[in-house]
């Protein structure tokens, strides 16, 4: 067994053993978006302390536990937070909490995050549901494949599950959420990029930029999971308006439409469980 899979099991079995659940619905919950994890019901919370191997989040709006209960009924795990490779962690590190996921059991996996507007369609405040990507992050399949988890080659040309984001689209229409589909693009960051880059964006095809989800996607779909992404777009790009772009907004927005994502989660959580 390689040492990946060995840390893999052994923070697996940890969790395992603190609750009964065995989730089938894994949830990454984004910058701000951690509230969704303290709804599930019975909740069992995990700190990634408590958790061999997990990396620790170090910026504000990333508690960092892991969640497991359920949503009206449907066995779900949580985690409330991520780690970024700006941080300093390797991709690696990055995608290994939605690895263990997968080794709970989770076979679909549902990521948000908060991004910036770039189609100047897209207003701060709207929900934009993940089409495809554009990654400048890095691969976290670099090096050696470890085969009991997925192929070396895996397709990506339907990363993001169209069932699951007609599912999604729905629960975004019965609770008056305003939702669009598009592509994200994912940079390095931490710094905001600039007005020029952002035109490059554009010119590239991506209506929303982060620096996150990307990674995470590749691995969950290395593994076999069905993918759904979700992104609470927080502020216009640079260069899209004259605002200065602060962190502080981004978690001031999520913070404003906290009782909207969580009715949006549930709902996309319970019409997931029932996708074929």
Avoid: W
Avoid at 17 to 43: C, K, Q
Avoid at 196 to 207: N, Y
Wanted: overall charge neutral; proline content about 8%; aromatic content about 4%.
């Amino acid at each position: 067994m390689s040492d990946l899979l060995a840390r893999l099991d052994e923070a697996a079995a940890a969790v395992r053993g603190r609750t009964t659940v065995r989730p089938t619905i894994g949830v990454v919950a984004g910058s701000g978006l951690g509230a969704f994890a303290d709804s599930l019901e019975d909740p069992v919370v995990v700190p990634f302390g408590e958790i061999p191997h997990f990396p620790a989040p170090t910026v504000p709006g990333h508690s960092g536990a892991l969640v497991v209960g359920r949503v009206a009924g449907v066995p779900t795990a949580a985690l409330k937070g991520r780690v970024h490779a700006y941080e300093g962690y390797s991709l690696d590190d990055v995608v290994f909490p939605v690895r263990v996921l997968g080794r709970l059991g989770a076979r679909i996996l549902i990521l948000t995050n908060a991004a910036g507007a770039i189609n100047p369609d897209f207003a701060p405040g709207d929900l934009m549901l993940l089409s495809d990507h554009i990654n400048l992050l890095g691969n976290p399949l670099t090096g050696p494949n470890q085969a009991r988890l997925g192929p070396r080659f895996p397709d990506m040309s339907a990363a993001y599950d169209r069932d699951l984001r007609e599912r999604a689209a729905a629960a975004c229409s019965r609770v008056g959420a305003t939702a669009h589909e598009g592509v994200y693009i994912a940079v390095p960051g931490p710094s905001y990029e600039t007005p020029a880059e952002i035109r490059m964006a554009r010119t590239l095809g991506a209506d929303a930029v982060g620096m996150s989800t990307v990674p995470e996607v590749i691995a969950a779909r290395h593994m076999g999971l069905r993918v759904l992404a979700l992104s609470c777009l927080t502020n216009r790009a640079a260069g899209v308006s004259d605002e200065p772009l602060d962190h502080g907004d981004v978690l001031a927005v999520t913070e404003r439409l906290k009782s909207t994502l969580l009715k949006v989660l549930t709902r996309i959580v319970v019409e997931a469980a029932k996708a074929p």
